[in-house]
């Protein structure tokens, strides 16, 4: 038996804000975007293409609304995972992403902590 996680639903405010944010700022790749009906939309987001994880983005409505930014109670919520940690740092900059923790040295690797556009803290890590 093979199990695995394949993707979470990541509340948003908006499909098109938070589509730009992911593809713009983070480089991540659009996979699907789906009309479902008037008001809901399928959104896949990826770190890659080929990524085994990816990221469904789910408009939040009614009770859901509080919860976007905070799904995790203010904690990091989210693992990017890096094999070029300095460049992935300078895009962050340049993109103007808020950095929450400056780099700094692990015992398992470089690691920062980032927010997204709603405010989840993200660690970005590159390991040893």
């Known amino acids: 038996m093979n199990n695995y996680i394949a993707q979470i639903?990541?509340?948003?405010?908006?499909?098109?804000e938070a589509i730009a944010f992911y593809t713009q700022k983070l480089?991540?790749?659009?996979?699907?975007?789906?009309?479902?009906?008037d008001t809901k939309r399928w959104v896949l987001v990826?770190?890659?293409?080929?990524?085994?994880?990816?990221?469904?983005?789910?408009?939040?409505?009614?009770?859901?609304?509080?919860?976007?930014?905070?799904q995790s109670g203010g904690r990091v919520f989210?693992?990017?995972f890096t094999d070029n940690f300095e460049e992935m740092y300078q895009l962050l900059l340049e993109q103007k992403v808020t950095i929450?923790?400056?780099p700094e040295e692990q015992a398992y690797g470089k690691v920062l902590v980032f927010e997204d556009l709603y405010g989840n803290l993200w660690d970005l890590i590159e390991k040893k």
Request: hydrophobic fraction near 50%; charged fraction near 20%.
């Open 46 to 70: 990826a770190p890659a293409a080929d990524s085994q994880f990816r990221l469904l983005l789910a408009k939040a409505v009614d009770n859901q609304i509080s919860a976007v930014g905070n």
């Open 78 to 80: 989210l693992f990017l």
């Open 9 to 16: 639903s990541l509340l948003v405010n908006d499909y098109d």
């Open 27 to 37: 480089g991540f790749v659009l996979l699907e975007d789906t009309k479902l009906c």
């Open 100 to 102: 929450v923790r400056n």
